[in-house]
Every structure is written in C-alpha cells, then in structure tokens.
C-alpha cells in the first residue's frame, strides 16, 4: 500500500461529531472529478486503521474479553468491562474504535457513490468500487463481532447521521451484500480474476480477501454450511499457501523478512522507514525491558502459555517468557522476570544483555509483532511492523470447521473422534508448520472438536479470534468460569459489548443498547 500517499492525504480530514462519521469530502477541490484524486478519497479511507485506536492498539482491548491477556495495568473501567460486570462503555481504548471503522465506512461509502460517474479505464474502475465494498465489509464486521446490530450508513441519504440501529441478522445481511459485490468486482479486471495485487498496491483487499471474509462472517452467522462453499473458493484457487520458509514459516511470517508472504490475504502495509507507521508492538511489551518505550498493558495468560504443545514453533514467536532469548536492536537479550545482579553478570560474561520484564504482571510478555525491532538500531515508539488481518491459514481452519460440523462434531459433540482424510489434510496443513523442526514429529491420524479450538487459538492468538470464537461456540461462559480469576459470562448479557455511552448520548437516545434481542442476538427485535 503507498502509505506514503496515505499520510498524506490524511491532512486533509477533517475531525468527527455525533455519529462518527465525515461531514464532508476531504477539503480537496473537484474531488470527483478525476480518477487520481478518486484514488486518493480511496487512499483515505484506509488512513484511520493505522490511527492508535485502531490497529496501532484498538483492536487489543478487546482480546481482554477473552483468557489469552490481562490487564498488566490497573484500571477500574477496563476491569469491568472484561470482567463483564459493567452496563456502560465509557473507556476510550473500548469505544475509539467504533469511530475508527464508521470513518472508513464514511469515506469507502463515498467511494461507492461516486467513482461510478467518474471517466477512467473500466479495470481500474472495478479494482476501487471492489475495494470500497471490502472496506465496508470489513469495517462493519469487526464492529459487528463486538456490537452485534449497527446503524447503517447510507450514501444516498449522507446527511441521515442519527440512525437507529439495524438488527444483528440485518447487519450480517448488509456485510454479506457488500462482499458479495466485492467478489463481483474483482472476478473480472480485463477478464481476469483479481486473485492477487502488484507490488505496488500489495496488502490491498482481492478476490481471496473477499471469500476469505466471507467466509468468517458466515461462520459467526452460524451459516457454516455457506462458510464452507467460501473458504473453498480461496483453497482451490491455488493461489494462496502457507508460509515455510527456514522450516519455521509461522515466525517468518512475523518477521520484516517475511510480511510479504502470499498466505497474507489483507493486510496494513507499512513504510520501509519503520518508525512512522504503527505502534502495534509498543503496547504490550515491557516498560523494564525497553528503557521506557514498552507501554506494558497486556499481559499473555498461563493458559494461552500452556495451550501450545512441547515442540510448536509458534510459542515462542508469541508468548515470551523467562530464560528466552530474542535478537533485538543489534543484541541478543535474554529475559528474566525477577532478575538479579548475579543474573545480569552471567548473561553479559555470555556477550549478551539482560532482558528485564519485571513489570509483566504474569511472567509472560506478547512478541508476536516484535520482530521489527530486528532490524533497527535501538527501542522506537513506532517500529512499524505490518499488520496481517486476515491469513491463509485462518481460512484452511474455518474449512476444517465447516467439514466438522457437517458431520455433527462441534461444542455440542466436542469429544468425538474423526479420521476423515479430507478434514486432516486441511488441519494438518496448519498444525505441521507449527512443528517442522521437531524431531520424529508424526501429523494427526484423529482429530476432535477441541483440537481444533486449541489450533486456532494457537495459531490466531493476538489476532482478534479468540473472544469471539468462544462466544460462537457458545463456550464462553465455560471457559471463563475456569482458571485462577474466574469471571461469569452470561450469554444473554454478555454476547457483545455495551455500546459506547458517548454514542448513545451523542443519539439523543436514539441507539438501544445491549443487550436488546434482535440486536445482541439474531433473534428478533422487540
């Protein structure tokens, strides 16, 4: 993605009142009236995913709902929110992002209203309306997983702001429209299916993108049947695969070296000059261990530790912990968690440094988009590693879900036994990377339900899954009743978040909040 463009355009965006969403097109004179400033509306429109509260940090305060973190910092609101105590959402780093998404919905919106109008080359024409469709897609589904039922933006009347909200099935109804015509777009650019992008507009949403979305939507729709036929689509295309490089494909993926991969089917790009972008790895780690740039908030759980198996590559890529070792800013820091002098004195006679992650309330610190600090001279804010949002691998487990419920194994049935040829090809194409550097490692001959709740856990972990995946499965109140804080989930309650209180206040009232039936629920609304 040109970025570069991007942050530029961006000083041309005025601030948001009621309703979250842009007043007025971006300053620039005739807008519409060519296809480079179209271009540049589109560049736009990506712009407020990058912003902090979106995925700089935003989408991590929601993996507080679910037992892979904690708070590793004190906070009374944050606390009542994921321990599903509280009836109002007042915490900016819970709400921001509803603003972040109707942003890009607004501008993706006046994409779709008026590059049809505009004289360009019918390919590049198709390649924008897809990307526009995509966007909304996107933006209202990761609303969606946390809100359930949305107002809806609709650019035929732009100026209709205050609207009440659409009830959850017609939400997913209005996400499913946008990505089929996404899928429409993009099955034909000059005749040709849009299933990758050049380099120049590499990240960017195509055919795969499509399917791969719809995909997940169907299975939170509970349309596991219509989540299967899409995640096919991206799996017999051929056109995406797993990463494998240096037999530890799951960590090069992670790595500067790796983020261009092919199993990346969305994705924020960022600048090759790594402290401009995003500061997605600054939030969580360590305050000791950084000199003061780590932010600390989150903290990875014993139980997200104790999921990975003896021998899975991707534990450590993931979860840090005492006696690891990592190569950051030009050293090798070995980690301790309550270190001492007779620590930091055998370390430095090794020729390393001590890693110090003392204020990691749970002995165990997140690394997963660490890596970009490889690369770099010394600790930054913003060491500006991409941001997969959607992977391959995702998808070939979606598969392996629909092909299991299909033969009644799910969280109703979830000790039952499968041998089907068909099932552990898929998952064993996920769960063999994870372990190819383990000696004598055999695939799995059998599977159940839960090996694939632990799989995807795994795999995804950070990622934006794991809350709403337990939620789905109708596992949550289970799962969270577990452990050393045990909380109570109340499905009839706790389904999705309330929404934020400035945005109901901001509506004179005019948006329900949860939980209502027929907007936390696909019931209907009363």
């Known amino acids: 993605m040109k970025l570069n463009k991007l942050l530029y355009i961006s000083l041309f965006l005025p601030l948001f009142s009621s309703c979250s969403l842009d007043r007025e097109p971006y300053g620039l004179n005739n807008l519409w009236s060519s296809e480079e400033n179209a271009q540049k509306a589109l ?27 904690v708070i590793n910092r004190e906070d009374a609101a944050m606390g009542q929110l994921s321990n599903f105590t509280a009836v ?45 469709n995509y966007l909304c897609a996107f933006s209202y589904f990761f609303l969606a997983k946390r809100y359930g039922g949305l107002p809806f933006y609709d650019y035929n009347n732009p100026t209709e702001f205050n609207k009440p909200r659409e009830t959850k099935e017609q939400t997913y109804k209005n996400i499913e429209t946008y990505l089929l015509n996404a899928i429409e777009y993009f099955r034909d650019i000059d005749g040709q299916p849009l299933w990758e992008r050049t380099s120049d507009d590499w990240g960017r949403p195509n055919l795969g993108a499509a399917y791969g979305l719809l995909a997940k939507v169907y299975a939170h729709w509970g349309k596991m049947d219509k ?31 790796g983020e261009k991969s092919n199993e990346v089917l ?21 305050s000791s261990l950084t000199g003061g740039t780590g932010w600390f908030y989150f903290a990875p759980t014993q139980s997200l530790r104790d999921a990975f198996k003896e021998g899975d590559l991707r ?5 840090a912990q005492d006696g690891d070792e990592y190569s950051w800013i030009g050293k090798t820091f070995v980690l301790k968690t309550n270190p001492t002098e007779q620590d930091r004195q055998e ?28 690369t770099m001279s010394g600790w930054v804010w913003e060491p500006g590693a991409d ?132 907007y936390s629920d696909f019931g209907n609304a009363q």
């Open 43 to 69: 560049d736009a429109a990506y712009v407020p995913l990058y912003e902090e509260e979106g995925f700089g940090e935003g989408h991590w305060w929601a993996g507080l709902l679910s037992d892979d973190m």
């Open 227 to 257: 989540c299967k036929e899409m995640a096919w689509e991206v799996i017999n295309s051929g056109k995406y695969s797993l990463e494998k490089a240096n037999d530890n494909g799951f960590d090069y993926l992670f790595s500067p070296a």
């Open 347 to 374: 370390i430095e006679a090794e020729g390393k440094t001590l890693g110090n992650i003392n204020d990691m309330t749970t002995g165990y610190m997140c690394v997963k988009y660490a890596n970009a600090y490889s």
């Open 88 to 132: 109002t959402n007042t915490y900016w780093a819970m709400y921001d992002n509803w603003k972040v998404m109707y942003k890009v919905i607004r501008r993706a919106n006046d994409v779709l209203a008026n590059v049809p109008n505009i004289e360009m080359a019918e390919s590049k024409k198709r390649i924008m309306l897809g990307e526009a």
């Open 266 to 286: 969305f994705n924020l790009t960022q600048l090759p000059e790594r402290h401009k972008c995003s500061i997605i790895s600054v939030v969580p780690m360590s």
């Open 387 to 518: 941001v997969p949002l959607l992977r391959y691998s995702d998808v070939l487990l979606l598969y392996v879900e629909a092909l299991m419920n299909e033969k009644g194994l799910n969280s109703s049935n979830r000790d039952a036994m499968t041998s089907d040829a068909t099932i552990l090809k898929y998952f064993n194409e996920v769960h063999e990377r994870a372990f190819a550097q383990t000696p004598g490692y055999d695939h799995k001959d059998q599977i159940n339900f839960m090996d694939l709740v632990n799989e995807r856990r795994c795999e995804l972990a950070y990622e934006d899954e794991r809350h709403y995946d337990l939620v789905r499965w109708e596992m949550a109140k289970e799962v969270y009743a577990q452990g050393n804080s045990p909380r109570n989930f109340d499905p009839a309650k706790h389904r999705h978040m309330p929404l934020p209180q400035s945005e109901i206040e901001n509506s004179n009232g005019v948006l329900i909040n949860n939980p209502a039936p027929g």
């Open 315 to 319: 534990r450590k890529t993931t979860v």
